[in-house]
């Protein structure tokens, strides 16, 4: 508090002093940072709201930690950056179609909640997805396709029609919650991907965001145990801090 006070500019070493390395929570009160200096590896609480933005910019020091060292511990969260997934992007070839590139499937909700479903459909085909499809229920329908383009739509009410589109073997992503509603529904969509395995169908993930965490407030264990299976696609959750 005397340091913030102050209205200096402050470098942190490791940490700015209150701040979780663990979690970013600031643990009574912290200082802002214009620099951290850390060591090795970030650390979740360098990247990790509320630490992150007490951090300033963060410096990674060498100090003599060797990878093989790193590897030993075995980490499992790493920093969300180019160099963790450029090698998997779906660079276009002089051979290719666009179900070569994946294709992202994105559930709406209803009539008077379509453009956030739409909004992630259009960041998945800026982002390089080669085919895009929104599944919306019959009543919104019209409304989607009234603002769509280049974006497919395709009619998905019922359970059974995620079955069929999921033996379909096309859609390689699957995007739910933007706008969809919190309840069963979601739930029973979420369950119904999940359960598909990836070598059979070529379902390779689900982004879990918005209405479809939170229809998991009370059933957090289900959708673990569903995602945790060896072969079920990968699961994504996005969530904002009230989610």
Same mark, same amino acid.
């Given at each position: 508090?005397?340091?913030?006070?102050?209205?200096?500019? *402050? *470098?942190? +070493?490791? &940490?700015?002093?209150?701040?979780?390395?663990?979690?970013?929570? /600031?643990?009574?009160?912290?200082?802002?940072? +214009?620099? %951290?200096?850390?060591?090795? $590896?970030?650390?979740?609480?360098?990247? &990790?709201?509320?630490?992150?933005?007490?951090?300033?910019?963060? /410096?990674?020091a060498d100090i003599g930690i060797r990878d093989?060292?790193?590897?030993? +511990?075995?980490?499992?969260?790493?920093?969300?950056?180019?160099? =963790?997934?450029?090698?998997?992007?779906?660079?276009?070839?002089?051979? %290719? @179609?666009?179900?070569?590139?994946?294709?992202?499937?994105?559930?709406?909700?209803?009539?008077?909640? %379509?453009?956030?479903?739409r909004l992630s459909a259009l960041a998945a085909?800026?982002?390089?997805?080669?085919?895009?499809? #929104?599944?919306?229920?019959?009543?919104?329908?019209? #409304?989607?396709?009234?603002?769509?383009?280049?974006?497919?739509?395709?009619?998905?009410?019922?359970?059974?029609? +995620? @079955?069929?589109?999921?033996?379909?073997?096309?859609?390689?992503?699957?995007? &739910?919650?933007?706008?969809?509603?919190?309840?069963?529904?979601?739930?029973?969509? %979420?369950?119904?991907?999940?359960?598909?395995?990836?070598?059979?169908?070529?379902?390779?993930?689900?982004? &879990?965001?918005?209405?479809?965490?939170?229809?998991?407030?009370?059933?957090?264990?289900? =959708?673990?145990?569903?995602?945790? $299976?060896?072969?079920?696609?990968?699961? #994504?959750?996005?969530? @904002?801090?009230?989610?």
């Amino acid at each position: 508090d005397i340091v913030t006070g102050m209205n200096l500019p *402050v *470098v942190a +070493v490791d &940490l700015p002093s209150g701040v979780s390395g663990e979690s970013g929570e /600031v643990l009574g009160s912290a200082f802002r940072a +214009v620099l %951290t200096v850390t060591f090795a $590896r970030k650390k979740p609480g360098h990247l &990790l709201l509320p630490g992150r933005e007490r951090c300033g910019e963060v /410096v990674l020091a060498d100090i003599g930690i060797r990878d093989e060292i790193i590897e030993a +511990v075995a980490p499992r969260a790493f920093e969300n950056r180019p160099r =963790l997934w450029i090698a998997s992007f779906p660079a276009p070839a002089v051979d %290719t @179609h666009k179900y070569k590139r994946g294709h992202t499937s994105v559930f709406s909700g209803g009539p008077s909640a %379509t453009g956030a479903a739409r909004l992630s459909a259009l960041a998945a085909a800026r982002s390089g997805a080669g085919a895009v499809t #929104v599944l919306s229920p019959a009543n919104a329908m019209q #409304v989607n396709a009234a603002h769509l383009t280049s974006i497919m739509l395709r009619k998905v009410d019922a359970i059974e029609d +995620v @079955h069929d589109l999921i033996g379909d073997r096309r859609p390689s992503a699957f995007v &739910l919650g933007p706008g969809f509603g919190i309840g069963d529904k979601a739930r029973d969509f %979420t369950l119904a991907v999940l359960a598909k395995n990836r070598r059979d169908g070529g379902v390779e993930g689900l982004v &879990l965001d918005a209405d479809g965490i939170t229809s998991f407030r009370n059933a957090a264990a289900t =959708l673990f145990e569903a995602a945790g $299976r060896p072969d079920a696609p990968a699961l #994504v959750m996005t969530p @904002h801090e009230g989610e």
